[in-house]
Each structure stands twice: as structure tokens, then as C-alpha cells.
């Protein structure tokens, strides 16, 4: 099995900056396409970043220019940084990837339990 943990999630001033990680643990062969969604209250959850094993990332619209997504794929790791946060990216950030457990294994998508991030005006 495959497990997905963020942390670095706080309650921060609008303006501020939070980073996310997220550590894939399990039995891991291989990881492809690593993401951020965030869900706030009320809202589908919706895609923040993701970025692939080559590091090509695609961003949301509302998101471009103040986060970036990274990561290391030495750690199973995926980073979010956000800077210049407004109100509105409050909400639970949750990580998932795409990743397959041997090289026989289709790959599958695993997700963390969440992070909340607020952000007080």
C-alpha cells in the first residue's frame, strides 16, 4: 500500500507565505504525475497545481504567478509554495500522486488526509 502525508499547513495573515510538503511512503516502484487540490467549505474540491515526473507543472488560474509546485523524486516528495495568500486559498490542500507499487502495476492514484490552510484577512 501507498500512503500520502502533507504537513505545513497554518492559519497565516493574507499577504503571507505557507509551504506544503508531502512524503509518498509504501511500496513505491515508480511515481508519476504528483497534484494539490484544496477543497474549502461548501466547494468541490478543485486542482491547485500538479507537476510531472519531468517537472512540467500546469497551475490554476487563480494560483499563477504566487504558488509554485515542486518536488523530489530521489524523497517521494512534492512541495507547494504559496506566497502572497489571500483569503480565498482558505481550504483543506490535499496531495495525491499517481503511482505504481512494481513494474507490473498499473499506476493508481493515492491521496493524503489533508492539510488546512487559513488565511485570516
Known amino acids: 500500500q501507498v500512503q500520502l502525508a502533507e504537513s505545513g499547513g497554518d492559519l497565516v495573515q493574507a499577504g503571507g507565505s505557507l509551504r506544503l510538503s508531502c512524503a509518498a511512503s509504501?511500496?513505491?516502484?515508480?511515481?508519476?504525475?504528483m497534484g494539490w487540490y484544496r477543497q474549502a467549505p461548501g466547494e468541490q474540491r478543485e486542482l491547485v497545481a500538479k507537476?510531472?515526473?519531468?517537472?512540467?507543472?500546469t497551475y490554476a488560474d487563480s494560483v499563477k504567478d504566487r504558488f509554485t509546485i515542486s518536488r523530489d523524486n530521489a524523497k517521494n516528495m512534492v512541495y507547494l509554495q504559496m506566497n502572497s495568500l489571500k483569503p480565498e486559498d482558505t481550504a483543506v490542500y490535499y496531495c495525491?500522486?499517481?503511482?505504481?507499487?512494481?513494474?507490473?502495476?498499473?499506476?493508481?492514484?493515492?491521496w493524503g488526509q489533508g492539510a488546512q490552510v487559513t488565511v485570516s484577512s
Open positions: 507537476i510531472t515526473y519531468y517537472n512540467s507543472a
Open positions: 509504501g511500496i513505491i516502484f515508480s511515481i508519476d504525475d
Open positions: 495525491n500522486a499517481d503511482v505504481a507499487s512494481s513494474p507490473r502495476d498499473k499506476f493508481q492514484v493515492y
